[in-house]
């Protein structure tokens, strides 16, 4: 029995101001450290302890690993950084108030990119300095590779690709599997684990702070799924 546990970074300094960050690499609030080390105290609660923590390459979740790992006494684990558990890219919306690109594009074109499947934002141009290839992070990838506006269904591409070759295993091994991430690089894949719909993904929100439970046999059969922040099962 593997258990993956699902942990959307706390608040970060641009949820906080309300901005599209996808890429973009923001550290957490003072608000979102204290969610961190507060789901650090619900894994331990639960004796939720993993055997290897996964993370994307970008600074909120990095740090919301470590200071849940901290708070656990539990920092001996490896910890694997995968620039496929980034967040979505969210294009030229990166850094741009979300209630004034509602305005600007209409309530409909807003929910559709944010929470529908194959709809992206609009791309970002050649020579925009929010271009993943400014970055050093991103020096060692194939620049064509590297996404300048993506739909869930392409973020769900690549955090598949990442969840079949180096999650997968583990947790088919038994192991408990930490994986630290984002609103929808975490969306792409419970739509994966609970089979939903593009219609049913609309609706699902991930709560930043809170670990989300996926217990699995060694079939990779998923057996139950848990809330431990709220102390029940659905
Ligand atoms: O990238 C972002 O702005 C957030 O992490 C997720 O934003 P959303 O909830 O608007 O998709």
Redesign the pocket.
Same mark, same amino acid.
């Given at each position: 029995m593997g258990r993956l546990i699902l942990l959307r970074h706390g608040q970060?300094l #641009?949820?906080k101001e309300n901005?599209?960050? $996808?890429w973009t690499d923001v550290d957490l609030s003072e608000e979102g450290i204290e969610e961190a080390k507060r789901a650090g105290e619900i894994l331990l609660k639960h004796d939720l302890l993993p055997d290897i923590c996964f993370t994307s390459w970008l600074k909120r979740a990095i740090h919301t690993a470590q200071l849940a790992l901290k708070e656990m006494e539990w920092e001996q684990i490896d910890c694997i950084k995968s620039w496929k558990l980034n967040?979505?890219h #969210?294009g030229a919306w990166?850094c741009h108030n979300?209630d004034a690109i509602r305005k600007e594009v209409g309530d409909e074109m807003f929910m559709a990119v944010?929470?529908g499947y194959d709809t992206s934002p609009p791309p970002l141009q050649d020579g925009d300095p929010r271009l993943a290839e400014n970055d050093p992070k991103y020096r060692k990838l194939d620049p064509s590779s590297l996404p300048r506006g993506e739909s869930l269904k392409a973020t769900r591409k690549r955090v598949l690709n990442y969840f079949a070759e180096a999650i997968a295993p583990e947790l088919a091994r038994g192991k408990d599997l930490l994986v630290s991430a984002? $609103?929808?690089s975490l969306r792409a894949l419970v739509m994966a684990i609970e089979h939903l719909t593009p219609a049913e993904i609309v609706e699902v929100?991930i709560p930043t702070g809170e670990p989300i439970v996926y217990v699995f046999d060694e079939t990779l059969h998923l057996l139950r799924k848990e809330r431990p922040a709220r102390f029940s099962k659905d």
């Open positions: 970060s #641009y949820n901005l599209f960050t $996808g967040e979505r #969210y990166q979300k944010r929470r984002h $609103g929808n929100e």
